[in-house]
């Protein structure tokens, strides 16, 4: 469970990226970011 | 230190740190080099295993094939940071391009299927084509922004 866990660190990186650095995605990159939480999450378990 | 549930901490605090320094490399690779700041970032490294090396205790007698397994980790993580550095150099946002790296599970199933005969699960199975899809939409920049 430790690797699924820290394997969602770009959720923070996402976060402080749109809210600090100030960077705007488009509607596919978005889309792309939430697929990627969950192909993360799936890759690292098991 | 194997206190129950100790992981839950340990790995509460990889994901923030990790999360963070995914901003502090892109904040650092807008005002200089991906080089030097790959170097400061190796510096710090060198900082935290000395101090680590210093106050630790550690069996340094390992096996030479665990030595050189080690050794080996090291080298891809370090040569995996300098190029993640550069991929933020060259205008990559922090949020897109540490989501890509973070898809690098997808190489070590695909390592355990091809090289080692790992059965896939059904999981890792939509997980693989998942992370085809994400990467495809992560690297469309949008036209105008």
Redesign the interface.
């Known amino acids: ?2 690797v699924p ?14 809210s ?2 100030r ?7 978005i ?3 939430a ?12 | 230190m194997n206190m129950p549930y100790s ?2 901490f ?3 605090i ?3 740190f ?6 502090t490399q ?2 650092a690779t807008n005002r200089i080099s991906s080089e030097l700041s790959f170097l400061w970032f190796a510096y710090a490294m060198i900082a935290i295993s000395v101090v680590l090396a210093a106050t630790v205790t550690v069996h340094w007698q390992v096996r030479p094939f665990i030595f050189w397994l080690a050794v080996a980790g090291g080298t891809l993580n370090g040569l995996g940071a300098l190029t993640s550095f550069k991929a933020l150099e060259s205008g990559g ?4 391009v ?3 790296i ?2 690098f ?2 190489l ?2 695909a390592f355990g299927v091809l090289a080692l005969h790992e059965k896939l ?1 059904l ?2 199975g ?3 084509l ?2 085809i ?11 105008a ?1």
């Open positions: 469970v430790v866990a820290t394997a969602l660190f770009p959720v923070v990186t996402v976060i402080l990226a749109l600090f650095l960077e705007r995605l488009g509607r596919a990159q889309a792309g970011l697929i990627a939480l969950v192909a993360i999450y799936l890759l690292s378990t098991a | 992981w839950i340990f790995a509460a990889a994901l923030v990790w999360g963070i320094t995914g901003v892109k904040l946002k922090a949020s897109i540490i989501s890509l973070s898809l599970p997808l070590t199933v699960s999981g890792q939509v997980g693989v998942l992370a899809v994400a990467a495809i939409l992560l690297s469309l920049e949008p036209a922004l």
